[in-house]
T-cell receptor, first 113, second 114 residues
């Protein structure tokens, strides 16, 4: 069975600082994809960043980057130059060959002005 | 690309009543997924369709739950004889069938059973 674990229920960061959200996963499949989704309060879930498991290079999207450690099954999200609009629930997710997304429990990020 | 639409946005129902939710996916997406999310938790998979075929159902989906996608376009999720434990956000998402695509989510239907 595939599992995704986010061990930080809440995180806080000062505006303009950098924060890292942790995620570990477990899967027996060799071909899979990892995602970070952002869910602002009372708003829909949006894709932040995506990583293909077969790629060694870490994905980046503007201020968002990941640290993908395949052997350790770790997939952390780094947010640089944090902005007030980054405050949200962040979910790590694993997509296997079956195409079904499996989510972690989420990390609530607050940004202090 | 008009996004994924869900209707209604909110539903309050009395225990024991039946409710039905609708999801309209992005037109070129052949996969459609239903998830349930309770407060402060990650979405839990319920079921998914590829075109009109229902390919997988979670054990979370009891006999009171049924989902359809009759023409491979919109989908409905029906809950019969609602219970207070059914109160949650019901999320719909769609994607292409290729594995490297993420999902596009709708805004969800928040169900409150009183």
């Amino acid at each position: 069975a595939q599992t995704v674990t986010q061990s930080q229920p809440e995180m806080s960061v000062q505006e303009a600082e950098t924060v890292t959200l942790s995620c570990t996963y477990d899967t027996s499949e060799s071909d899979y994809y990892l995602f970070w989704y952002k869910q602002p309060p009372s708003r829909q879930m949006i894709l932040v960043i995506r990583q293909e498991a077969y790629k060694q290079q870490n994905a980046t999207e503007n201020r968002f980057s990941v640290n993908f450690q395949k052997a350790a099954k770790s997939f952390s999200l780094k947010i640089s130059d944090s902005q007030l609009g980054d405050a949200a629930m962040y979910f790590c997710a694993l997509k296997n060959q079956g195409g079904k997304l499996i989510f972690g429990q989420g990390t609530e990020l607050s940004v202090k002005p | 690309d008009t996004g994924v639409s869900q209707d209604p946005r909110h539903k309050i129902t009395k225990r024991g009543q039946n409710v039905t939710f609708r999801c309209d996916p992005i037109s070129e997406h052949n996969r459609l997924y239903w998830y349930r999310q309770t407060l402060g938790q990650g979405p839990e998979f319920l079921t998914y369709f590829q075109n009109e075929a229902q390919l997988e159902k979670s054990r979370l989906l009891s006999d009171r739950f049924s989902a359809e996608r009759p023409k491979g376009s919109f989908s409905t999720l029906e809950i019969q004889r609602t219970e207070q434990g059914d109160s949650a956000m019901y999320l719909c998402a769609s994607s292409r069938s290729t594995v490297n695509y993420g999902y596009t989510f709708g805004s969800g239907t928040r169900l409150t059973v009183v």
